[in-house]
């Protein structure tokens, strides 16, 4: 086989490392989970987690370990609705997949991951699978992600059929009052103040879109949607923003900390439970797939952090 880096490659192929290794192709999966029972999407020894689940099912049907790659790693109890992550197989592999029977490889793939995942009761649903477009990246290659969070504000409207994935709040809440500091945030910003920094990344995010809005029964929804999120970062601005909603801090307290720039006790984490991934977009255009992923890495150097300063930005409709 000729392993030239030029030669053209079938379009679900990912890059080679070297002509010693097979060539891999590159699958997409678009999937849900509920995440009450689980810690996270990330590995960790020991715990329970929806990558874990995904990857045991995967070694199982491949009989070796296969290491997925998500667009946006959710902490313990958070919800994903519409979740992506990409994974690399061989030919030989891919070729496999359909065990005789007259299927595309993502359709065989997505049969086979269903079956598998039954045992985890319907918390975690495959809706698709695909072969990946040329450079594309589950993560780099998002142009944007978006989040809902449910709020019960006030005893009458608990719900316990909810609970698993709405906060209960005993005070009533000043939707007016948290709008005003959620469109506080709006635009490219660091972010220092709300997330939980990780080695090696920038905390500097671009958020379009957070509003708050009742909806028919009167349970507060939150809408928030930004070119990526920091660890920690949606429950942190959703903290904030319920600390002037209840009365607790004066308005304007959230843009105050948001100029700060420092990550203290002082923010507070809305609880995981009522958070849940909603969607993710990438490029319409594959060729423009794999230009997104560089540009995205570039962006997420920690070099940028010193160069932008806290700014509002007028609300994205």
């Known amino acids: 086989m000729n392993t030239s880096t030029t030669e053209v490659q079938h379009p679900g192929l990912a890059p080679r490392g070297s002509a010693t290794e097979p060539a891999m192709i590159r699958l997409c999966m678009r999937f849900g989970y509920d995440g009450t029972a689980y810690n996270g999407w990330a590995l960790q020894p020991g715990l329970p987690t929806v990558q874990a689940v995904l990857e045991d099912g995967l070694a199982l049907m491949l009989r070796r370990s296969i290491r997925t790659v998500v667009a946006g790693r959710t902490d313990a109890g958070v919800h994903a609705r519409n979740q992506i992550a990409h994974l690399d197989l061989t030919e ?19 049969r086979r991951l269903r079956g598998l995942l039954s045992r985890e009761g319907g918390a975690i649903q495959v809706h698709d699978v695909w072969l990946a477009p040329p450079g594309f990246d589950a993560r780099f290659s998002a142009l944007w992600r978006r989040y809902s969070y449910r709020i019960a504000d006030g005893p009458d409207r608990f719900d316990p059929l909810t609970r698993a994935f709405t906060m209960f709040h005993k005070a009533e809440l000043d939707l007016e009052l948290m709008n005003a500091e959620a469109a506080s945030l709006l635009g490219r910003h660091d972010f220092l103040s709300f997330c939980k920094p990780r080695e090696h990344a920038t905390t500097i995010r671009t958020l379009t879109e957070f509003e708050f809005v009742r909806d028919a029964q009167g349970i507060i929804v939150a809408h928030l949607k930004a070119d990526a999120f920091c660890h920690n970062m949606v429950r942190a601005v959703i903290g904030g923003c319920l600390k002037v909603g209840d009365g607790r801090e004066a308005p304007g307290w959230v843009a105050i900390r948001l100029a700060e720039a420092v990550r203290d006790s002082r923010i507070i984490l809305a609880e995981p439970r009522a958070l849940v991934l909603e969607e993710i977009a990438y490029p319409d255009d594959a060729h423009e797939i794999a230009r997104r992923a560089e540009l995205t890495r570039t962006r997420r150097k920690p070099h940028d952090v010193s160069t932008v300063q806290p700014q509002s930005a007028p609300r994205s409709r």
């Open 92 to 110: 030989t592999e891919v070729a496999s997949l359909a065990r005789g029977a007259d299927l595309e490889p993502g359709q065989a793939l997505l």
